[in-house]
């Protein structure tokens, strides 16, 4: 049977069939599992959101990451570790790369020698938002006007000093997010590999600080996809 590969987040939802990648928001999908699900396909894949996932135990032609111990040897707790993460180093060619994942919540995953040596969390564009809406009286913009607002800032503006809130969160995010960067880029100068929604609001600031990388929009599901061939393991 063809098999169909999945990666489900937090927000959103994708699944790789043949070529063609499919995107839905992971609320969606949760009222409408049984409409994506079908007896004639198999399903392997990532699943990082609870509430889908215990959905998806209930079907018997659904296989997660996780069900395997074929992955790469990794020093990270692996109760915790999310599926996406182990599914995406599998992708780079490399033996030894970073890799940035930039969703809801940002991972920078540390691969040497194909070992995984663990990884950072992040803030992203998304908590630190939230985060301030949410536990203190300071307004800002609606969150994807936000995003656009970081996107669209001046690179001088960088250094200067903000005189408006707006301004003061952007500059003092982007700073410490490149800062953090570029000291773990130079302490392990691997080739970095980038995937996740929020790049289009970031991708400036790589450039301009010339951060080299490789872009890879749909990482997980290649990743998941490399690993059953890696592996050689059959589903059928």
Known sequence: ???????IGNTRSKFLIDKKVIVLSTSFLLNNL???IKDNFIYFGSCVNLKVRKKLRKYQNVYFLKDFKSYHKTYYDLKMIGEDRLAATYYPPSKNFLLLQLGSLY???LVKNKVHLGGYLI???KTIYYGIINTTFIKLKNYPNFCNSVKNLRIKKLFQIPKDTQSATSVTYINSLL???KSIIKKYPYPLYISGGDFKYLKTYFDKFRIKYFYIPYIVLLGLKNFLKLNKISLR
Request: glycine share 0%; no cysteine.
């Open 1 to 7: 049977m063809k098999i169909i590969f999945f990666d």
């Open 34 to 36: 049984e409409n994506y």
């Open 107 to 109: 991972t920078l995953d």
């Open 123 to 125: 803030p992203s564009l």
């Open 179 to 181: 800062t953090f960067l």
